[in-house]
């Protein structure tokens, strides 16, 4: 009985002391008040596919754009074999394929990325997990130091091997992949891939492999509704805390910039 009245506490605000709400209004004008306020000391994003669809770079499901509508040409058994480590293994040619007309260097970052960079800027930012392999966080600015990439990066690259792992710098792989040569490792001919994620981040981020959202993420601040920092989410929304932006990536951040009396620097990086 006490588990299930806690439960209901902490979802839905039934039964004991009424939490203290931490914004006072459910929305974004709530939001930039609460960001302007000494209250807000440390902000994470969480970021996908979608924030770097205004790019260019198209994201993996939507029906018909979607990377997963368009690989036809390469003859894959299914759509995600291509991002698979077992089948990249035997058939690394696709993934390249693919790298070449993805690569970094060809895209430049969004509003949303920049937005990012503004926290960043103003000492708000305290970690950005993304799930991107494009680099366009480092692009606009981010500092590596407050990067997760939970899928590696382009920015480097690994030997496969367990016993080598040699790493392999943007320039290195490059000039390999536009030469359509399958990388090798200079010092065991093992195959090198880019996007590949090794060490402290791995075990930061839980270690997953594939674009599915992040959900067994631990983040550094209690889960449950009633404590923590507010989010700004598309998700599963917490009835006392969370808000939703309906719309684009680049819109919302420009909207919120425009609380927040940004708009302009923001424009301008």
Request: hydrophobic content about 35%; aromatic content about 10%.
């Amino acid at each position: 009985v006490e588990l299930l009245r806690t439960l209901l506490s902490r979802t839905l605000g039934l039964g004991g002391d009424k939490p203290e709400p931490v914004l006072d209004e459910l929305s974004l004008q709530g939001v930039s008040r609460f960001l302007k306020s000494d209250r807000c000391k440390n902000i994470v994003c969480m970021v996908g596919a979608g924030i770097s669809t205004s790019a260019g770079i198209p994201d993996f499901r939507s029906p018909g754009t979607g990377l997963y509508s368009n690989l036809q040409s390469y003859d894959l058994p299914y759509p995600e074999a291509i991002f698979e480590i077992g089948f990249f293994k035997k058939h690394p040619e696709p993934f390249f394929a693919l790298a070449r007309e993805l690569y970094p260097g060809q895209f430049k970052p969004t509003v949303c990325h920049y937005f990012m960079r503004l926290l960043q800027d103003k000492g708000l930012l305290l970690r950005c997990y993304t799930q991107n392999i494009d680099t366009l966080e480092r692009v606009a600015g981010l500092d590596p130091e407050l990067l997760v990439e939970a899928h590696g990066t382009f920015f480097t690259s690994h030997c496969l091997r367990p016993s080598c792992r040699q790493r392999y710098s943007l320039a290195w792989m490059r000039e390999r992949i536009f030469s359509s040569l399958i990388p090798k490792c200079e010092k065991c001919q093992g195959l090198v891939k880019p996007g590949e994620l090794w060490g402290d981040a791995q075990q930061e981020f839980g270690g997953g492999a594939s674009p599915h959202p992040p959900t067994d993420l631990q983040p550094p601040f209690p889960r449950h509704c009633d404590s923590g920092p507010p989010q700004v989410t598309l998700g599963s929304l917490c009835l006392h805390r969370d808000v939703a932006w309906l719309g684009d990536c680049d819109s919302g951040c420009l909207a919120l910039a425009e609380l927040l009396g940004w708009k302009v620097t923001l424009q301008h990086l």
